[in-house]
Structures are given as C-alpha cells and as structure tokens.
C-alpha cells in the first residue's frame, strides 16, 4: 500500500491565484482530513470528510474548499490564495468512525503565498 | 467538548536519560488517547494509542505512555533517550463518538548528545 500521498510537495502562489491539492489514499478508509500546520499552532483541521459525497466544515475552513466524489480521494481547494494561508497542509486518513482508530498522514504540502 | 494541552513547548534531555513528554487532556465521556511523532519535514506518525485497559501502554521506537484518569494525563516516556528521537511529538484526544480527534500544540523534544 502507498497509504496517503500527496501531491504536490511544494508550491509558490502569488497571492489572487488557486490551486489544488491533491490528497489520495488506498486503504479504504472512509474517514479523511486536511489540516494546516503553522509555527506554535500546532495541527488545526480545515475540512473533513466521513465518506464519498460528505464533507464538513473544521476549525478554519474560510478560503478553502473540498469535495469527496470517490472513497479514495480528498482534493484541497483554494478558491483564491492569500499570503495567511502559506503553511504546511496535511492530509489524513482513519478507518471508521470507532474514536480509537488511529489516524494515517501524508507527507504534506509545503504552500507559499507570495 | 474535546481539548487537548502540551504544556512545554521543549523538551531538553540528555542521551541514555528517560524522557517525559507531558499531555493532558478534558472530554465529556471515555477519552482514547493518542501520540503522533514528526520528524524534520516528514508528515505525522503514529505512535501509540489508550483506548481501555491497562494504563501503561507500550508502542513504537521503545516509547510508553501513562494513563491517569485521576489527572486526566497521558504522558509519554521513554527509559533511555537517543539522539535521533529528537523530534515533535503531538497528543491528541477524541472523546467516544467524535468523528475527529483534537491535535495539542506540539512539544519539540532534543536530545543532546
């Protein structure tokens, strides 16, 4: 199994552009995530999806969007990027909704917003 | 609610000493309990997780965790620090029921040599 990949590793914006990241996994995991990591503020959850076809709204999802048409991929969207959104992006992925499972990360997506 | 607190933002310890990385933790209901490691630009690894049982959980590269209901910790320990666990290390909660667990800030732990 590849787990969860990621794509791209690094990206450079100017600031007004979009783009997507991308976020795959092949463990049939019905439960992915995307978080934004920044110096001091640990993990903080963007979007989240609990199957194909349905998604909802994390901690700071404002300037991004998603969408889950298949089990296995969960693009990142955003619409319209801005230099507060240049951060390191994680994309995850957990079995079920059981509390206790675990979660799989990707290698993340390093974003600068120029 | 579910919340989350690493309450040192680093962890300095010799090689061949213990280490303890500290959490705490406040849910509503039963707690599950996790530890995730990040080594320089690479993306989260599991560690090791309490869901019920025994409150001393053993997992990955030697390291254990402690559950204490009473405190509502779950620190991670490990007997004999190296060089190259140097690293962040993140506590996460999710209470029974929870879709998403919540992620502490993160602890940079460095182990000198």
């Known amino acids: 199994n590849a787990g969860v990949t990621q794509t791209p590793k690094f990206q450079v914006l100017k600031t007004g552009q979009s783009m997507t990241l991308q976020c795959a996994q092949d463990m049939n995991h019905e439960y992915m995530s995307w978080y934004r990591q920044d110096p001091g503020m640990g993990l903080r959850l963007i979007h989240y999806s609990v199957g194909a076809g349905i998604t909802d709204q994390g901690e700071v999802p404002n300037g991004y969007n998603v969408s889950r048409s298949t089990t296995e991929d969960f693009p990142l969207r955003l619409l319209s990027a801005a230099p507060s959104q240049t951060s390191v992006y994680f994309c995850?992925?957990?079995?079920?909704?059981?509390?206790?499972?675990?979660?799989?990360f990707g290698p993340g997506t390093r974003l600068t917003v120029l | 609610a579910q919340s989350v607190a690493q309450p040192e933002d680093q962890v300095n310890v010799a090689e061949g000493n213990p280490l303890t990385v500290k959490c705490t933790y406040s849910?509503?209901?039963?707690?599950?309990l996790f530890w995730y490691v990040q080594y320089p630009n690479r993306g989260l690894q599991f560690l090791l997780k309490?869901?019920?049982?025994?409150?001393l959980v053993k997992g990955s590269y030697g390291f254990e965790a402690e559950f204490n209901k009473s405190q509502t910790s779950f620190h991670l320990k490990k007997p004999s620090a190296l060089v190259s666990d140097s690293a962040l290390y993140f506590c996460?909660?999710?209470?029974?029921?929870?879709?998403?667990?919540?992620f502490g800030r993160g602890t940079s732990l460095i182990v000198h040599p």
């Open positions: 995850a992925s957990h079995l079920s909704r059981s509390s206790y499972n675990e979660q799989f």
């Open positions: 849910v509503s209901g039963n707690p599950y």
């Open positions: 309490y869901i019920t049982g025994d409150n």
């Open positions: 996460a909660v999710r209470e029974e029921g929870s879709y998403i667990p919540t």
